[in-house]
């Protein structure tokens, strides 16, 4: 009922904005609109955030994503000039007489050295733009950063960033003002990624040669997105070039990458392909004993298909498909009490996206999205006494649609519609044919995500401008399905089980949702100088639970249910923002204050995995997460670069009047991924159009871990006695990486491009610890040993190419 009067409210607010139209256009007659694309002159690809001065006027403007711009004045001639960082500027001059549509195009300047490393923004749209706590970043942004084994990464880029840690070094996912990996939407072109790593957490899952941009929200979430209660990573494919064909591709030690794009018909239909692929087993023939037999493959092949038989209508049809094996000779990786010699991992991503964007107007577009997203997981053993394979799943089925509204300049609005199909398998084990492992088939889950949100963006003055944004959603669970009922004033217990109720499919059994208030400001206090403020609720429906350091590829996966809360965070963001006269300097501050309600942790001894009701292995209480992040950017000269600083804290409490479900006595805690203090710099040097040199060094604190107290004997045995969760540290993490690019003079014009990247991660070989562990002797505790990922430098050499 609630969701149907929101629907209801928006429209009418549409309708009221429609009507505003009218009666602003009977007002004044006299008002014509400038308006068109704005492109690469060589691809064709539309450029965002290209900023357009009127000149004879002094107004500004900025292009929308797709490179359109909307410019209303009076009529008259006008100079308007167009800038954007890496490309040339331009001026055209304009007679506006009536409605006016015109493209425009920019060429790259490839002679500039003045770059931004981190933003691919405009030069001071970080103090300009409304939003607090999102960043921006290029794919030439992130080539600068020096790769790991010659693999350039989007989502390592992202760790230079304040406000992002990880756990540990080559962990998968990564962390955001206190939430865990699980609580970051991945989108890429609009489809979910539930696991962004590849080789366990080494790389991400996105070829570099595809990318685009990347977008992190991390304070200031628009009302089009929600799910997960921490930040929103949005990955956008660039478009097909739609007048020449080209083949552009990489050599490198761990990965190659090879892709191809073109019109099929020009300037109308255009496809683009790219895959990469990894096959190292035959460096393991080569390897130490204990790690020959050792597997460590991946492949993706990233599609996209585009048609646009009019400036009115582009469709796009996008498609991802990656694989991922790994297996090492003796691990116990696999979280099983099954004594195996070794286990595989076997995880898939399966993405299409099919999107219709229609301009209906100067003042209105829509956007339409039909999108399937598959995720597999699968843990073998082919051990013949104990072999078993375990299967998980999440399918992911949406359907969206988001209308923009710009009725003049000092509004835009945005409403949207979302409606998501999820279905969940928790794990499913499956004996070999002479296994003594017993079969376990966990029950599905089902549910709908349903959500509607309205957004204006309101210019009250030169000054001061809001982004208000209002969203609801809901979590609708469904048959079949087989709830419990647990003892009154008792704990979630499998022996206190009272009752189970069947429900049918299709049958609605439980629902929760509620609304999602959003809010930025910016007031402008001076040349180049910003005041920004911020909050928004962000609910969360589905959770990744885990009692290891980092999510196997295999960790469970879990729809909100009646015994399983939806996480929800409310965040205040407040920062200053300043640039210099030239934008030659960038600085910022934010301060941030969080707070977790129905946070998730795991009980004392909990088995994960193979439970047949999660609500028994868990417990949900609340949790805060405050701190300040710096940043400091160069952006001009032959040197640049950024320094950021990040102060954070995240503390969790789990208290219950039951015993089992408290956490360290029901006492706040660290989270696991609490770590105090996090410096990254990068410095760039370009003394000439064709060669560069990156220095990047990264310290933070040592994450929290839980070490043993005590030993007790126990029928002979040895037994660590645990007693409070994450009071102690690994020790503090830092590294150093250099690398150098040679490039093709761009003043030398030739059809082919090629490059070399000779990088070395870890310069001064530093063995950081990933983990702590013991080993047990008759007498004490005292021989500790450190686990490190990357104990030593790697160099690395890899050979770019494109033509």
């Given at each position: 009922m609630r969701f149907s009067l929101l629907l209801l409210f928006s429209c009418c607010?549409?309708?009221?904005?429609?009507a505003q139209q009218r009666t602003n256009s009977s007002a004044s007659p006299a008002t014509f609109s400038a308006t068109g694309y704005v492109r690469d002159g060589k691809t064709g690809k539309p450029i965002q955030s290209v900023n357009i001065v009127v000149l004879n006027v002094s107004k500004g403007y900025v292009t929308a994503k797709d490179g359109f711009y909307t410019i209303q004045l009076p009529p008259g001639d006008y100079i308007l000039r167009f800038s954007h960082v890496g490309y040339r500027p331009k001026q055209d001059t304009i007679s506006l007489q009536k409605t006016l549509f015109r493209e425009v195009t920019m060429e790259d300047d490839s002679k500039d050295l003045e770059e931004v490393v981190v933003?691919?923004?405009?030069?001071?749209?970080?103090?300009?733009?409304?939003?607090?706590?999102?960043?921006?970043?290029?794919?030439?942004?992130?080539?600068r950063i020096p790769p790991l084994m010659g693999e350039v990464d989007v989502l390592r880029s992202l760790l230079l960033l304040p406000g992002v840690t990880t756990v540990g070094?080559?962990?998968?996912?990564?962390?955001?003002?206190?939430?865990?990996?699980?609580?970051?939407?991945?989108?890429?072109?609009?489809?979910?990624v539930f696991n962004s790593s590849h080789l366990m957490g080494f790389f991400s899952v996105f070829n570099p040669d595809v990318v685009r941009d990347v977008t992190l929200?991390?304070?200031?979430?628009?009302?089009?997105?929600?799910?997960?209660?921490?930040?929103?990573?949005?990955?956008?494919?660039k478009e097909?070039?739609?007048?020449?064909?080209?083949?552009?591709?990489?050599?490198?030690?761990?990965?190659?990458?090879?892709?191809?794009?073109?019109?099929?018909?020009?300037n109308k239909l255009s496809f683009l392909l790219a895959a990469r692929a990894s096959f190292n087993d035959f460096i393991f023939k080569l390897a130490p004993p204990n790690l020959k037999g050792t597997q460590a493959n991946f492949y993706d092949l990233t599609s996209k298909l585009k048609y646009q038989p009019n400036e009115k209508n582009t469709i796009t049809l996008t498609g991802y498909l990656s694989t991922d094996v790994f297996k090492l000779a003796s691990d116990s990786l696999s979280g099983q009490e099954i004594n195996a010699?070794?286990?595989?991992?076997?995880?898939?991503?399966?993405?299409?996206?099919?999107?219709?964007?229609?301009?209906?107007?100067?003042?209105?577009?829509?956007?339409?999205?039909?999108?399937?997203?598959?995720?597999?997981?699968?843990?073998?053993?082919?051990?013949?006494?104990?072999?078993?394979?375990?299967?998980s799943g999440i399918w992911h089925r949406q359907v969206k649609s988001d209308l923009t509204f710009t009725p003049n300049e000092v509004h835009q609005w945005q409403v949207g519609l979302s409606a998501i199909d999820y279905l969940v398998q928790p794990n499913t084990r499956i004996p070999g044919p002479y296994s003594n492992v017993l079969p376990v088939d966990l029950a599905r889950e089902r549910a709908y995500e349903l959500a509607a949100y309205i957004q204006d963006e309101w210019k009250l003055n030169t000054n001061v401008a809001i982004i208000a944004g209002l969203r609801y959603s809901a979590l609708l669970n469904r048959g079949p399905a087989a709830v419990r009922t647990y003892q009154e004033n008792g704990p979630k217990e499998d022996e206190a089980v009272t009752s189970?109720?069947?429900?049918?499919?299709?049958t609605v059994y439980h629902s929760a949702g509620g609304l999602e208030p959003r809010l930025a400001v910016r007031w402008t206090v001076g040349d180049g100088r910003a005041i920004k403020a911020g909050y928004s609720r962000l609910r969360q429906y589905i959770q990744q639970v885990t009692n290891t350091t980092a999510a196997l590829p295999t960790s469970r996966w879990h729809l909100s249910d009646m015994y399983t809360k939806p996480v929800i965070a409310d965040q205040w963001s407040l920062g200053y923002f300043m640039n210099t006269a030239d934008n030659a300097i960038e600085a910022s501050g934010e301060v941030y204050y969080k707070t977790l309600t129905n946070a998730i942790d795991y009980r004392d001894g909990a088995e994960l995995q193979l439970a047949p009701a999660v609500e028994t292995q868990i417990v949900q209480g609340s949790g805060k997460a405050y701190g300040f992040e710096g940043l400091l950017r160069k952006n001009k000269g032959r040197w640049t670069g950024f320094m950021s600083y990040t102060y954070a804290r995240t503390f969790l409490t789990?208290?219950?009047?039951?015993?089992?479900e408290q956490v360290n006595n029901g006492n706040p805690y660290p989270a696991n991924y609490d770590k105090p203090h996090t410096l990254n710099i990068l410095a760039t040097h370009r003394p000439t159009t064709w060669f560069s040199m990156s220095l990047n060094f990264t310290y933070s604190t040592g994450r929290p871990t839980t070490q043993p107290s005590a030993l007790a004997r126990v029928a002979g045995v040895l037994i660590p006695i645990y007693l409070d969760r994450n009071q102690q540290r690994v020790p503090d993490y830092h590294r150093l990486d250099f690398s150098m690019t040679f490039e093709q003079n761009p003043l030398k014009k030739k059809k082919n491009q090629s490059s070399w990247v000779f990088s070395i991660y870890n310069v001064y070989a530093h063995k950081n610890a990933y983990s702590i562990f013991y080993k047990l002797s008759p007498a004490s505790l005292s021989d500790a040993y450190k686990l490190s990922i990357f104990g030593t430098a790697f160099p690395s050499l890899t050979y770019n190419f494109k033509f």
């Open positions: 607010l549409l309708n009221g904005a429609f933003t691919s923004e405009s030069p001071d749209r970080n103090v300009r733009k409304v939003e607090i706590g999102v960043s921006q970043l290029t794919i030439r942004s992130i080539r070094e080559g962990a998968p996912g990564f962390n955001v003002r206190g939430g865990g990996a699980d609580q970051n939407l991945i989108l890429f072109d609009e489809a979910p929200n991390r304070g200031g979430v628009a009302a089009a997105f929600g799910g997960r209660a921490s930040s929103v990573l949005d990955v956008k494919i097909p070039d739609a007048q020449k064909w080209g083949i552009n591709g990489g050599i490198g030690i761990i990965s190659s990458r090879l892709g191809i794009e073109g019109p099929i018909i020009k010699s070794s286990t595989k991992f076997n995880y898939q991503t399966m993405n299409t996206v099919l999107r219709w964007n229609y301009f209906m107007s100067k003042q209105l577009n829509l956007a339409s999205s039909v999108i399937l997203s598959r995720y597999q997981a699968d843990l073998s053993s082919s051990d013949s006494s104990n072999a078993f394979q375990l299967k189970t109720k069947t429900y049918e499919a299709g789990m208290n219950s009047p039951y015993v089992t």
